[in-house]
């Protein structure tokens, strides 16, 4: 079955510090795959999204994700992270009428 | 600045009355979702619809929940008797009909059955 997983569910950084968010799918053919961030009380946004072409796709706010085939993952980075990061953040996948979200990260910035 | 409207954003009632919540798709957009969302369950598909017909609504308790898109403009999720187990925040969402299955999301309605 489809799936996709996010295995960090709390992911605390220092502001200035780099980020990494991990998401794995489990689909038979290359998905459409994407990044969202929900700040609390908000609906989610759109950080970034991959189809096709370059593996490595920028996004809003200064994200960044990398698509690899070999290991089924699109993990979201950022080389410095702000205090306004703190968020939810959710990964996702699309495919024909499918579509399927991740259980998110929530990640806290320490000053 | 084209975007998702949901209301109430807000709804508190007692167990067993009628809720509907409402969601006007982003102009354009000829497919919409409804999630929900609470902390025990992450963010739930309840249906999906597509040029107003519904395509997907295995995640919704069809005993009580029922969403329809009565034109384009518009789609509602009702809840009939809600019980406290619906207490969430209930989040519509549209897109197009294109490859890249993209969805802008609503604000979300905070519902809270007492």
């Known amino acids: 079955a489809q799936s996709v997983t996010q295995p960090d569910i709390h992911i605390t950084v220092s502001e200035g510090a780099s980020l990494e968010l991990r998401c794995n799918y489990s689909?038979?053919?290359?998905?459409?795959l994407f990044w969202y961030v929900q700040s609390p009380g908000q609906g989610l946004q759109l950080l970034l999204k991959?189809?096709?072409?370059?593996?490595l796709v920028q996004g809003i706010k200064g994200f960044e994700a990398e698509f690899k085939r070999s290991q089924s993952s699109f993990n979201l980075r950022k080389p410095s992270v702000h205090w306004s990061d703190a968020a939810e953040y959710f990964c996702?996948?699309?495919?024909?009428?499918?579509?399927?979200f991740g259980t998110g990260t929530s990640l806290t910035v320490i000053p | 600045d084209a975007r998702v409207t949901q209301t109430p954003r807000h709804k508190v009632t007692e167990m067993g009355q009628e809720v509907t919540m409402r969601c006007q798709p982003i102009?354009?957009?000829?497919?919409v979702f409804w999630y929900r969302q609470t902390m025990m369950q992450g963010l739930e598909l309840l249906a999906y619809?597509?040029?107003?017909?519904?395509?997907?609504d295995s995640g919704m308790p069809k005993d009580r929940f029922s969403a329809e898109m009565p034109d384009a403009t518009l789609a509602t999720l009702k809840i009939q008797p809600s019980e406290p187990r619906d207490s969430a925040v209930y989040f519509c969402?549209?897109?197009?009909?294109?490859?890249?299955?993209?969805?802008?999301f609503g604000p979300g309605t905070r519902l809270t059955v007492l």
């Open positions: 991959y189809f096709s072409g370059d593996t």
């Open positions: 619809f597509r040029n107003r017909a519904p395509l997907d």
């Open positions: 689909y038979g053919a290359t998905p459409y």
């Open positions: 102009l354009g957009h000829n497919t």
């Open positions: 996702a996948v699309g495919f024909g009428n499918q579509f399927y």
């Open positions: 969402a549209s897109g197009l009909v294109l490859a890249d299955n993209e969805q802008f």
